[in-house]
């Protein structure tokens, strides 16, 4: 019966991959026993997008095995690495980037680290925009201090299970940086490979607005596996983020999604809808992956100010579930951007 179970698996595909998962390597275990199929699928990201339906489809496959009367279905997850790895232990690189300031990107850059945290992912959270930080304080760490470890590697911080470095914890309060771009260079080397970041599913990277030298210095040093574009709907931001797309393409990195930041508003006090900078403005910007319309709310802003992520602070609310599903479709492209050649194989269960 073991064998008509895994044929039976065998014709459910993954939605985002097209490919079934018995050749994908995600059946970690299935039998039959007294009736009852026992299968446990190993997901491709914690923060699966379509868990869901994967359930659904395995359970309705399973059943169709003869002798079959009910599917007991459990889940485990393993991101699986970039072919070229950026970094020792780290498994994917992921830019968080704008052509433009005001729209919104470290905050979101915030909400993407702790929402894949919370789905269970060892996220670290890069703060690069080191004339501006600004990732510390939305943690709640800004009087914190960056120490170093007994290899005197720096230690990163950790804040709500996202562990982060920020220009913000290794200089004064306050203090300018005036710094030439081979101070920059120079920075950003030290924060990426003299940092102890251990073992993580994704290193979210917060740039800088624009396109200057923190990106250049990012692209030529590392492996990134994707970045994505935060803008708001407005054709002034739009412009802006044509260039950073633009950048990123001279650059050979993949374009894995866009984050339309503060799509529209809702009154909360008369539920009337405003698109107070113009709606759906991102799709005019060809052909990449919407991740999601994040609505404008005043507790995303007052929930940076207090150091906690919207997504933590007030989780049912619509722009915290915005954010977590873009977070969720994000780490969907990323596992389809690394398994999409991955050769036929047969898992051992």
């Known amino acids: 019966?073991?064998?008509?179970?895994?044929?039976?698996?065998?014709?459910?595909?993954?939605?985002?991959?097209?490919?079934?998962?018995?050749?994908?390597?995600?059946?970690?275990?299935?039998?039959?026993?007294?009736?009852?199929?026992?299968?446990?699928?190993?997901?491709?990201?914690?923060?699966?997008?379509?868990?869901?339906?994967?359930?659904?489809?395995?359970?309705?496959?399973?059943?169709t095995v003869p002798g079959v009367q009910e599917a007991v279905?459990?889940?485990?997850?393993?991101?699986?690495?970039?072919?070229?790895?950026?970094?020792?232990?780290v498994k994917h690189?992921?830019?968080?980037?704008?052509?433009?300031?005001?729209?919104?990107?470290?905050?979101?850059?915030?909400?993407?680290?702790?929402?894949?945290?919370?789905?269970?992912?060892?996220?670290?959270?890069?703060?690069?925009?080191?004339?501006?930080?600004s990732v510390a304080h939305m943690l709640g760490q800004s009087g914190a201090k960056v120490t170093a470890n007994e290899e005197r590697k720096m230690r990163p911080l950790d804040a709500h299970g996202v562990r982060f470095i920020s220009m913000a914890n290794l200089s004064p309060a306050g203090q300018a940086l005036v710094w030439r771009g081979p101070m920059l260079h120079s920075a950003i080397q030290q924060f990426l490979k003299d940092a102890a970041w251990g073992d993580l599913d994704y290193l979210i990277v917060d740039l800088p607005p624009g396109t200057g030298d923190?990106?250049?210095?990012?692209?030529?040093?590392?492996?990134v596996t994707g970045a994505v574009i935060v803008t708001t709907p407005q054709d002034v931001a739009l412009i802006d983020a044509t260039r950073a797309l633009d950048m990123f393409r001279k650059a050979s990195v993949p374009v894995l999604g866009v984050i339309e930041n503060m799509s529209y508003f809702?009154?909360?006090?008369?539920?009337?809808?405003?698109?107070?900078?113009?709606?759906?403005?991102?799709?005019?910007?060809?052909?990449?992956t919407p991740l999601g319309e994040i609505p404008l709310e005043v507790s995303v802003r007052q929930d940076a100010d207090a150091g906690t992520p919207a997504v933590l602070a007030h989780p049912d609310s619509p722009a915290a579930l915005a954010l977590r599903q873009a977070a969720r479709a994000l780490a969907g492209?990323?596992?389809?951007?690394?398994?999409?050649?991955?050769?036929?194989?047969?898992?051992?269960?």
Not at 80 to 87: D, E, G, S, W, Y
Not at 214 to 222: A, D, G, Y
């Open 1 to 63: 019966m073991r064998d008509a179970l895994m044929a039976a698996l065998s014709t459910v595909n993954d939605p985002e991959l097209h490919r079934d998962l018995v050749s994908l390597g995600m059946i970690e275990h299935a039998s039959v026993d007294a009736g009852v199929a026992h299968v446990k699928v190993n997901l491709t990201t914690p923060a699966c997008p379509l868990k869901g339906q994967i359930e659904h489809d395995v359970r309705a496959a399973a059943l």
């Open 73 to 89: 279905i459990t889940f485990g997850a393993m991101v699986r690495a970039a072919a070229q790895p950026a970094l020792p232990g």
């Open 93 to 133: 690189v992921l830019l968080v980037g704008s052509g433009k300031g005001g729209v919104g990107k470290s905050s979101v850059a915030v909400n993407l680290a702790a929402s894949l945290a919370m789905d269970g992912a060892r996220v670290g959270l890069l703060d690069a925009d080191v004339y501006g930080p």
């Open 214 to 223: 923190v990106q250049l210095s990012l692209t030529q040093t590392i492996q």
């Open 266 to 288: 809702v009154a909360p006090d008369t539920g009337v809808t405003y698109d107070i900078f113009g709606r759906g403005g991102s799709r005019k910007l060809g052909d990449h």
């Open 333 to 349: 492209q990323v596992s389809v951007r690394t398994l999409a050649h991955l050769p036929d194989q047969l898992t051992v269960v």
